[in-house]
């Protein structure tokens, strides 16, 4: 099973600042990764898929790189909505996920 | 327009059973496989397995072989899940997920719609 490690556990940061979180893999998933973000109460959303492609009506704000093992989100400015977790989720193998970074606001 | 609306909290014991359901509406049914996902209480998300709306098909996570089945019933566009030999680790939200790929017979293993959750609590 390929395990998926984020980091930072908890991210501070304020509105109009550049967010960048980290997922790595414990072997290499190629490009088959996604992010999701979720607040709370609610559903995951899904954001980014294959590493790099945006889904459906998500702002230009929200862009995913890498491949193999190390991945990276980034929000370049951050909304107030932004604020929340946010998971990867490879499929490579079998799904997994992350275990989360929260962002919060400062 | 695109939903996934799933059946209402449930309690039980353990060593019982849960059946949750997952109704479709706006998109056609059999054109994306729908999966199950779980949170538990540590936040943790964990796949539990698929259904393919159009035949039937399932796959499931190795951990929940023998006691999860998913099926589905076209004629009102819903997938269930029905888990059994319940235990205290059970006790999650459950997620239906419609699968990104629009093709017929095709996933990716990407979730681009979700069901609000169904709370299951498994509590002697």
């Known amino acids: 099973e390929v395990a998926l490690t984020q980091s930072p556990a908890t991210l501070s940061l304020s509105p109009g600042e550049r967010a960048t979180l980290s997922c790595r893999a414990t072997?290499?998933?190629?490009?088959?990764l996604a992010w999701y973000q979720q607040k709370r109460g609610q559903a995951p959303r899904l954001l980014i898929y294959?590493?790099?492609k945006r889904a459906t009506g998500i702002p230009a704000r929200f862009s995913g790189r890498g491949s193999g093992t190390d991945f990276t989100l980034t929000i370049s400015s951050l909304e107030p909505e932004d604020f929340a977790v946010y998971y990867c989720?490879?499929?490579?193998?079998?799904?997994?996920f992350g275990q989360g970074t929260r962002l919060e606001m400062k | 327009q695109v939903q996934l609306a799933q059946s209402g909290a449930e309690v039980r014991k353990p060593g019982a059973s849960v059946k949750v359901s997952c109704k479709a509406s706006?998109?056609?049914?059999?054109?994306?496989?729908i999966h199950w996902v779980r949170q538990d209480r540590g936040q943790r998300l964990e796949w539990v397995g698929w259904?393919?709306?159009?035949?039937?098909?399932?796959n499931y996570a190795e951990r929940f072989e023998g006691r999860v089945t998913m099926t589905r019933d076209t004629s009102i566009n819903t997938v269930y899940m029905d888990l059994s030999r319940l235990r205290s680790d059970d006790t999650a939200v459950y997620y239906c997920?419609?699968?990104?790929?629009?093709?017929?017979?095709?996933?990716?293993?990407?979730?681009?719609?979700w069901g609000k959750g169904t709370t299951v609590t498994v509590s002697s």
């Open positions: 997920a419609r699968d990104l790929c629009p093709l017929t017979n095709c996933y990716y293993f990407y979730m681009d719609v």
């Open positions: 706006g998109y056609t049914f059999t054109g994306h496989y």
């Open positions: 989720q490879q499929r490579h193998d079998w799904p997994t």
């Open positions: 294959d590493a790099s």
């Open positions: 072997e290499s998933v190629g490009h088959l």
């Open positions: 259904i393919n709306p159009k035949s039937g098909d399932t």
